[in-house]
């Protein structure tokens, strides 16, 4: 298919209108005005595409390269294995608290200023990361990765939906973008996996951070800015009591690995609860809320919601520890566990790619059914493989498991910003990754519990998640809205 060529951004006076209460039915939307002092932008979509995504496989990289490096990590700071699971879990904590909030700001302040802030403070982080002395500035350093990561997320699916603003084109490039997200988990650990072994396991830090710096660069002169100008305050009340809510609420799903009754556990998730409501009364009542309320009575965007937090948990849960868990059940070294994990997220890339082509005879929820389906049957074909088993064992479960999750990764892109206003597209992206990285996080923080009585233990709770996911996402996207 040929690619769009550049458009210009309408004028201030075409400029989309502020997000209805309650959307009858997912459309593809407009353009969003570009800034008021501003002539004609020309937008460069093919630019948009290639440096978004490059980008977007960066910030994955980063996300999963301790995936790698964690028992060396652990070793050269000398992180017991009940704080082992910070060492993880510290971008998707970043990650989970600011991306609603960074989509919000993206489409108010600017898509491309966030995207430029965002790819600029991850590839400064990320360096400076890989000269963390202890756990906690190293994990201070991955916290403040996943803040700089959210800022990229959400505003590179909202400049996407500008530069793609009609259905196959969009289809097409949020398929594309998805397989990025599938070769950034695929290629993080094979990097770390190679500098670990060449050199030590810091250099992934630093390459990373210089890698991402770059993508800054390019993205000063290939990106055209878009925003969705809309009247009254930016809602900071609703995100300082989101951020609150989802900071609790994931310290208590990492600290519990050492006792769910613990006081401390305990008190954080009654925090999150509170502070959750309070989040949900501000925004019934903010006139220019974070997240629109209504739009959960949408079907597409509640499937879109389910189906990320169901990959996040049962999918990326347990694929972020199981290079952990081959290293240490099966005694491989960390290039060739990162090859074998590069089996899966690699099938995963080419599904994603070629998923366009079930556009027109599959649904965006019942691919992400299907996606779910074979996640379960990959991870279940792993069953008494994790330790000690021969390569050929693994392999047949990983590349199905693949397959499904690059299923997953095409299609949550397209529902995220299908399934919002077209002048939401980043904060609807905000709000699916959150699900997401909630999801992650609980996913970490329950398979490294369940890991240490047996892989196979994790193994089974996230095929039954999985299998969970691929019933509850079809029954919550039926209806009109």
Not at 49 to 77: E, G, I, Q, W
């Amino acid at each position: 298919m040929p690619e769009p060529a550049p458009h210009a951004a309408p004028q201030p006076a075409l400029a989309a209108p502020a997000a209805p209460a309650a959307p009858a039915a997912p459309a593809a939307p407009a353009a969003a005005a570009a800034p008021p002092s501003a002539g004609p932008v020309v937008v460069r979509p093919r630019a948009t595409l290639a440096v978004t995504s490059a980008a977007t496989a960066l910030t994955l990289m980063n996300y999963t390269a301790p995936m790698l490096t964690l028992p060396s990590t652990a070793r050269a700071f000398g992180t017991p294995a009940s704080a082992q699971a910070w060492l993880l879990n510290g971008t998707p904590l970043g990650l989970a608290v600011l991306l609603l909030v960074a989509g919000s700001l993206a489409d108010a302040h600017g898509r491309r200023r966030v995207f430029l802030l965002g790819t600029l403070a991850l590839g400064l982080a990320t360096a400076l990361g890989g000269f963390a002395t202890s756990t906690l500035t190293f994990t201070l350093a991955r916290v403040a990765q996943g803040a700089a990561s959210a800022a990229v997320l959400a505003a590179s699916l909202g400049l996407l939906a500008h530069a793609f603003p009609t259905g196959a084109g969009r289809i097409r490039a949020t398929g594309v973008w998805g397989a990025f997200v599938s070769a950034g988990i695929a290629l993080g650990p094979l990097l770390a996996g190679t500098l670990s072994t060449l050199a030590d396991w810091r250099w992934t830090y630093v390459t990373l951070g210089a890698a991402t710096l770059l993508a800054a660069a390019l993205g000063t002169r290939a990106l055209a800015e878009s925003r969705a100008p809309r009247g009254g305050r930016t809602d900071l009340a609703g995100a300082l009591a989101l951020g609150l809510a989802l900071a609790a609420l994931l310290t208590a799903l990492t600290l519990g690995r050492d006792g769910w009754l613990r006081p401390p556990v305990g008190l954080l998730a009654l925090a999150a609860v509170v502070l959750t409501a309070v989040f949900v009364r501000v925004e019934g009542r903010a006139s220019t809320p974070m997240i629109d309320l209504a739009l959960f009575h949408t079907p597409a965007f509640r499937a879109a919601t389910a189906g990320a937090l169901f990959t996040g948990l049962a999918v990326i849960g347990f694929f972020s520890v199981l290079p952990a868990l081959l290293q240490r059940g099966a005694g491989m070294s960390p290039l060739t566990t990162a090859w074998l994990f590069l089996l899966w997220s690699g099938t995963a890339f080419v599904v994603a790619l070629q998923s366009r082509r079930l556009a027109g005879r599959l649904s965006a929820t019942h691919q992400l059914a299907l996606g779910f389906v074979l996640s379960t049957a990959g991870v279940l074909a792993l069953f008494g493989a994790l330790e000690g088993a021969a390569l050929p064992r693994l392999l047949p479960g990983l590349v199905v498991a693949g397959a499904g999750s690059g299923l997953l990764n095409a299609a949550l892109p397209r529902l995220a910003v299908d399934s919002v206003p077209g002048e939401r597209a980043a904060m609807g992206s905000g709000a699916n990754n959150t699900a997401r990285y909630i999801g992650s996080s609980a996913g970490v923080a329950l398979s490294l519990a369940l890991a240490t009585t047996g892989p196979d233990t994790a193994l089974l709770v996230s095929a039954a998640l999985s299998l969970g996911g691929a019933v509850v996402t079809p029954l919550v996207g039926r209806g009109r809205g």
